[in-house]
């Protein structure tokens, strides 16, 4: 079986398969969803080829697949398929040193809501930053609704997907990278020099940036909250940094 359905703003792809040739293809597949059926066979090989692959595999009832699929015969999978491409962390290198420029890069950790993702990609691309980095795992991915919050913009800034976020932090501060936490409880945004190789990490709104991440953090900026609110829109607070980082670059351009 081999179908492909619009249905909550997520592209599908169902049917056993449809499911393990896109694994096999190699395509840009954001999650499996498996329902507790007897899980050999194609089945059994759709999960293995995922797990080798990196790719999220979620559990989920009978239900929620008939919901996902509008009651289609999905066979017990489904997956979602990108929007758009990843790429890789050399590829956004390449694109810095293109443009004579400092890496400029953004971290979004464990950000789940994609029109928040969506919107931290608009704002990323219009700063000139080269690329932002999300997690394989605890993440949104490029879902049409990540595309549609980010105006497009998701086809013009590199995205790359990441299984670590530590290790891949811990590579990066090997190669001359300063990295930037977002947080309630750091030094002033404005009196920060944000002028060397610089990634800026967002967390979710609800969490922030997580233990382990913050702890691999150079260093830890805040904003001001002046009202009665404690805490700030996830894309809101990352927008106000990137600009930030954007102004502090374009007045050593103009020196």
Same mark, same amino acid.
């Given at each position: 079986?081999?179908?492909?359905?619009?249905?909550?703003?997520?592209?599908?792809?169902?049917?056993?398969?449809?499911?393990? *040739?896109?694994?096999?293809?190699?395509?840009?597949?954001?999650?499996?969803?498996?329902?507790?059926?007897?899980?050999?066979?194609?089945?059994?090989?759709?999960?293995?080829?995922?797990?080798?692959?990196?790719?999220?595999?979620?559990?989920?009832?009978?239900?929620?697949?008939?919901?996902?699929? #509008?009651?289609?015969? /999905?066979?017990?999978?489904?997956?979602?398929?990108?929007?758009?491409? !990843?790429?890789?962390?050399?590829?956004?290198?390449?694109?810095? $040193?293109?443009?004579?420029?400092?890496?400029?890069?953004?971290?979004? &950790?464990?950000?789940? &809501?994609? /029109?928040?993702?969506?919107?931290?990609?608009?704002?990323?691309?219009?700063?000139?930053?080269?690329?932002?980095?999300?997690?394989?795992?605890?993440?949104?991915?490029?879902?049409?609704?990540? !595309? %549609?919050?980010?105006?497009?913009?998701?086809?013009?800034?590199?995205?790359?997907?990441?299984?670590?976020?530590?290790?891949?932090?811990?590579?990066?501060?090997?190669?001359?990278?300063?990295? !930037?936490?977002?947080?309630? &409880? =750091?030094?002033?945004?404005?009196?920060?020099?944000?002028?060397?190789?610089?990634?800026?990490?967002?967390?979710? *709104?609800?969490?922030?940036?997580?233990?382990?991440?913050?702890?691999?953090?150079?260093?830890?900026?805040?904003?001001?909250?002046?009202? %009665?609110?404690?805490?700030?829109?996830?894309?809101?607070? =990352? #927008?106000?940094?990137?600009? *930030?980082?954007?102004?502090? $670059?374009?007045?050593?351009?103009?020196?």
């Amino acid at each position: 079986m081999s179908e492909k359905t619009q249905k909550n703003d997520s592209q599908l792809i169902f049917g056993r398969n449809a499911v393990l *040739e896109a694994v096999k293809a190699g395509a840009a597949i954001d999650k499996v969803y498996v329902a507790p059926v007897e899980q050999k066979g194609s089945l059994g090989k759709i999960i293995s080829l995922a797990k080798a692959a990196g790719i999220p595999i979620k559990d989920v009832t009978g239900q929620k697949l008939d919901a996902m699929t #509008g009651n289609q015969a /999905h066979q017990g999978v489904a997956a979602t398929i990108a929007a758009a491409a !990843y790429t890789t962390m050399d590829q956004v290198w390449e694109l810095a $040193r293109q443009k004579g420029e400092k890496l400029f890069l953004i971290l979004a &950790d464990e950000i789940e &809501d994609p /029109h928040n993702l969506g919107a931290l990609i608009r704002t990323a691309e219009c700063c000139g930053a080269h690329g932002i980095v999300i997690p394989k795992r605890r993440s949104a991915g490029l879902s049409p609704t990540v !595309y %549609k919050s980010s105006a497009g913009a998701v086809s013009h800034l590199p995205v790359v997907r990441v299984a670590n976020l530590v290790s891949f932090m811990d590579e990066l501060k090997s190669q001359g990278v300063w990295f !930037y936490c977002a947080d309630m &409880d =750091g030094q002033t945004w404005c009196q920060t020099d944000f002028s060397g190789h610089t990634a800026l990490v967002v967390g979710s *709104e609800g969490n922030g940036v997580g233990r382990l991440v913050k702890e691999k953090c150079d260093f830890t900026v805040s904003l001001p909250m002046l009202g %009665k609110i404690s805490s700030l829109n996830a894309s809101v607070a =990352g #927008g106000v940094l990137m600009y *930030e980082i954007t102004r502090q $670059r374009l007045a050593i351009k103009a020196r």
